[in-house]
């Protein structure tokens, strides 16, 4: 069953998706999947291309930016800052949990100039704690 935790009217999050659950994301009016996993980081898990083809053969656009547990950096901050920006209509991003992906729309939305105040409250009503991410936040943030 697809736990997807809507974050605003663009974007949600959700942990692991399967090929088999594309129609599902599709008929809930989804454009585009974001896949912030790197393959392999669990055995069993699908791998990128497998959802790459499946998104595809929905019409989904799909973008793979993987996050380690090593952190973020700015390449995959402007990366999502792209591939929302290319999406023609509601995005889906998933991770192992969703955390990581709330985490890089978040830094991607401070990267924008985007209130963290803000994207703290909108992560939190989907189930996410931002309160350890606000210095990176702060750091991408452009000059006030």
């Not at 390449?75 to 800052?81: D, E, F, G, L, R």
Request: include cysteine.
């Amino acid at each position: 069953m697809l736990d997807i935790r809507r974050i605003d009217d663009r974007i949600s999050v959700a942990p692991q998706i399967a090929p088999e659950d594309i129609p599902a994301i599709k008929a809930a009016g989804f454009a585009a999947i974001v896949n912030n996993r790197p393959d392999g980081e669990e055995d069993g898990q699908p791998t990128g291309d497998a959802i790459r083809a499946a998104a595809e053969d929905q019409g989904l656009a799909y973008t793979a930016i993987p996050v380690t547990h090593a952190g973020f950096s700015m390449p995959q901050v402007t990366a999502m800052i792209d591939a929302l920006g290319a999406a023609n209509g509601p995005v889906l991003a998933y991770c192992r949990s969703g955390t990581r992906s709330c985490n890089l729309w978040a830094l991607s939305q401070a990267g924008l100039g985007g209130d963290p105040d803000e994207l703290t409250q909108q992560a939190r009503g989907a189930g996410y704690d931002l309160t350890s991410l606000r210095p990176l936040m702060d750091a991408v943030a452009p000059p006030r």
